[in-house]
């Protein structure tokens, strides 16, 4: 296997600690307990490809985690070996920016076991996946554009649509989930741009717009540069940054400030 290239961060892919990753990804409150004696209970391949990228836990405190190099989904139990339940396809000749390579990024799961994935590969590939609970391939149901980078991956379950953050475009796009599996994938439009999701000029970096999380069907918290900028969905205001001439009506959907993280 090809030795793997070295990129700045994505979502995670900086720890093979899924305990650790898991926590991240949940931020804490005054309420919530404080952090104690942390583990780390998986440990992976890196020269085969199982560099974790995101995670997604299931009810039973099992894991989903994306492999980004192996294009792979896996599900992580105690005592047990990593199980593949996906492998998004090959592709031939990856253009993706920032690694080059065809990579898995952000996941989330529903309540009936589905699960969504981001791939970037710089072909028509790219977009969002979908797997579905005791199938072992994966459907693509949104195709993004091919210089972008889908990175983190939110569910608004209650909304039903999906929220991808584009690394490179400065992009935040809506997806929606019930995608008719025999009409092929839906191009989505952009739900939030502006300067303050577009990346660092050089050299602070390569990434824009990173993870992501919907808070209770209340608003969108996009991580970006150290900063969270929060989207809240019931708010009327222009994106801060967007072009007016590029489209990008105010709507009730769109209203971006940032507050240190």
Same mark, same amino acid.
């Given at each position: 296997?090809?030795?793997?290239?070295?990129?700045?961060?994505?979502?995670?892919?900086?720890?093979?600690?899924?305990?650790?990753?898991?926590?991240?990804?949940?931020?804490?409150?005054?309420?919530?307990?404080?952090?104690?004696?942390?583990?780390?209970?998986?440990?992976?391949?890196?020269?085969?490809?199982?560099?974790?990228?995101?995670?997604?836990?299931?009810?039973?405190?099992?894991?989903?985690?994306?492999?980004?190099?192996?294009?792979?989904?896996?599900?992580?139990?105690?005592?047990?070996?990593?199980?593949?339940?996906?492998?998004?396809?090959?592709?031939?000749?990856?253009?993706?920016?920032?690694?080059?390579?065809?990579?898995?990024?952000?996941?989330?799961? =529903?309540? $009936?076991?589905?699960?969504? #994935?981001? &791939? !970037?590969?710089?072909?028509?590939?790219?977009? +969002? @996946? /979908?797997?579905?609970?005791?199938?072992?391939?994966?459907?693509?149901?949104?195709?993004?554009?091919?210089?972008?980078?889908?990175?983190?991956? =939110?569910? $608004?379950?209650?909304?039903? #649509?999906? &929220? !991808?953050?584009?690394?490179?475009?400065?992009? +935040? @796009? /809506?997806?929606?989930?019930?995608?008719?599996?025999?009409?092929?994938?839906?191009?989505?439009?952009?739900?939030?741009?502006?300067?303050?999701?577009?990346?660092?000029?050089?050299?602070?970096?390569?990434?824009?717009?990173?993870?992501?999380?919907?808070?209770?069907?209340?608003?969108?918290?996009?991580?970006?540069?150290?900063?969270?900028?929060?989207?809240?969905?019931?708010?009327?205001?222009?994106?801060?940054?967007?072009?007016?001439?590029?489209?990008?009506?105010?709507?009730?959907?769109?209203?971006?400030?940032?507050?240190?993280?």
């Amino acid at each position: 296997m090809p030795r793997l290239p070295r990129f700045p961060r994505l979502v995670g892919i900086a720890t093979a600690a899924v305990a650790l990753a898991a926590l991240a990804s949940a931020p804490t409150s005054a309420q919530e307990p404080t952090l104690t004696d942390p583990r780390v209970v998986e440990h992976f391949d890196f020269a085969a490809g199982q560099t974790p990228e995101s995670i997604a836990l299931e009810p039973d405190g099992s894991a989903n985690v994306t492999f980004a190099f192996a294009r792979q989904v896996a599900r992580l139990s105690p005592h047990h070996e990593p199980r593949i339940l996906a492998e998004l396809p090959a592709v031939a000749n990856p253009d993706t920016p920032i690694v080059g390579a065809a990579v898995t990024t952000g996941i989330a799961r =529903a309540h $009936d076991g589905t699960l969504y #994935v981001n &791939y !970037a590969t710089g072909t028509e590939l790219t977009g +969002v @996946w /979908r797997i579905r609970p005791h199938h072992r391939s994966a459907q693509q149901i949104a195709c993004l554009p091919t210089n972008g980078f889908p990175n983190g991956l =939110a569910l $608004d379950e209650q909304r039903g #649509v999906l &929220y !991808a953050a584009d690394s490179t475009r400065g992009t +935040v @796009w /809506r997806v929606p989930t019930n995608v008719d599996p025999g009409r092929g994938c839906v191009k989505p439009k952009a739900w939030a741009t502006g300067s303050e999701l577009q990346p660092a000029a050089p050299p602070a970096g390569l990434i824009g717009a990173n993870g992501l999380q919907v808070r209770h069907g209340a608003g969108v918290g996009v991580e970006h540069r150290q900063e969270v900028v929060a989207a809240h969905p019931r708010e009327a205001e222009r994106v801060r940054g967007a072009d007016p001439d590029q489209g990008h009506r105010p709507d009730r959907h769109r209203r971006l400030h940032l507050r240190r993280a």
